[in-house]
């Protein structure tokens, strides 16, 4: 049975593109085995690609982006998910060339859905959504290489940001000293209390003719890429490790490998879309559990459709900050 829904759909005109509310029928979404009702979606920086028409994001257009989801399951042929379940949904393609959660309803594949963690509703969820999953994994890369507290400073590039802001609570929270690097000189407070213990600015990571310089930091995650990344990379303990997950500041890395030969530092690679399932289902139940961030938790941001333009526009300007939830009630 097909019901119409709302969806901010994006459409080109004239060589721009353009989103907007649309009415659309779930009639016309793609095959899968699960049918879900989204009550709430996370922005994000691939979100705001896919919606200015981005062809690497997204090749055809009308679409309706939104790669997190978050909600119940109204019809499945699958046995793995029952109808009435609550359900996340990240990465894959959804929100890529498969429309995504800034419409009222997906369907997608079961293969891609992962059950609401216990404690958890969607909008907890998408307080967390890829953002959140992709600090939980940087995190996870760190410890698993042996990041420890008592090695000094733990770096986090891009600190305002959606991933970047969860990184510094988590790792605020297992004990680490975090250095929160951003571009954002207004938001210095914000990153304190979520737990940094020192902001500094984005030239901490300007770019230096030097092939290495003093080491000041045991770890690190970074979420922008290009230049900032080469300089941190330079700046990393003997033995350390950097994750890295993002590309804001660009996808070119013009480094030597001084730090690798000299200094045996590990650039450890994050992707958040085509891990197995059950990686995903493990960050999620640690971050409903022992690695709970409550101050991200209070300090989301809710939106409704009618503010989706706006606040995507923010990403690609870089003014974006923090977490924000798109709920398809308001």
């Given at each position: 049975?097909?019901?119409?829904?709302?969806?901010?759909?994006?459409?080109?005109?004239?060589?721009?593109?353009?989103?907007?509310?649309?009415?659309?029928?779930t009639g016309d979404l793609p095959e899968g085995e699960v049918l879900i009702r989204v009550s709430h979606s996370s922005l994000n920086y691939k979100d705001a690609l896919s919606a200015s028409g981005n062809k690497g994001v997204t090749r055809n257009f009308p679409h309706t982006p939104?790669?997190?989801?978050?909600?119940?399951?109204?019809?499945s042929s699958s046995d793995s998910i029952t109808a009435g379940a609550s359900v996340i949904v990240t990465g894959y393609d959804l929100g890529m060339n498969t429309d995504g959660g800034f419409g009222e309803y997906i369907r997608v594949p079961a293969a891609w859905c992962v059950p609401m963690p216990a404690g958890w509703n969607a909008r907890t969820a998408m307080i967390y959504g890829?953002?959140?999953?992709?600090a939980g994994l940087c995190v996870q890369k760190l410890l698993k290489m042996g990041a420890a507290p008592e090695q000094g400073a733990v770096a986090v590039s891009g600190a305002s940001g959606a991933v970047g802001s969860v990184a510094v609570e988590l790792l605020s929270g297992l004990g680490f000293d975090v250095v929160a690097i951003s571009g954002k000189a207004d938001h210095a407070e914000d990153l304190k209390a979520l737990g940094a213990k020192d902001v500094v600015g984005r030239d901490a990571l300007s770019q230096e003719k030097k092939p290495l310089l003093k080491p000041v930091?045991?770890?690190?995650?970074?979420?922008?890429?290009?230049t900032p990344l080469a300089e941190m990379l330079k700046q990393v303990k003997p033995g350390g490790s950097v994750s890295c997950c993002g590309l804001v500041a660009g996808p070119q890395l013009e480094t030597t490998v001084l730090p690798f030969i000299l200094r045996g530092v590990n650039l450890l690679g994050v992707d958040s879309v085509e891990i197995p399932l059950a990686d995903k289902v493990s960050v999620w139940e640690k971050f409903a559990g022992e690695w709970a961030c409550p101050k991200t938790e209070a300090s989301a941001r809710d939106i409704g459709r009618a503010e989706l333009d706006g606040a995507l526009k923010a990403f690609l300007k870089g003014e974006s900050a923090g977490k924000i939830v798109l709920d398809h009630s308001k």
């Open positions: 049975m097909s019901t119409d829904y709302k969806a901010w759909r994006v459409e080109e005109q004239g060589g721009d593109y353009v989103g907007s509310e649309k009415i659309l029928n939104g790669i997190d989801a978050a909600g119940e399951v109204v019809e890829t953002a959140g999953l992709t930091f045991a770890n690190a995650v970074d979420t922008v890429g290009g």
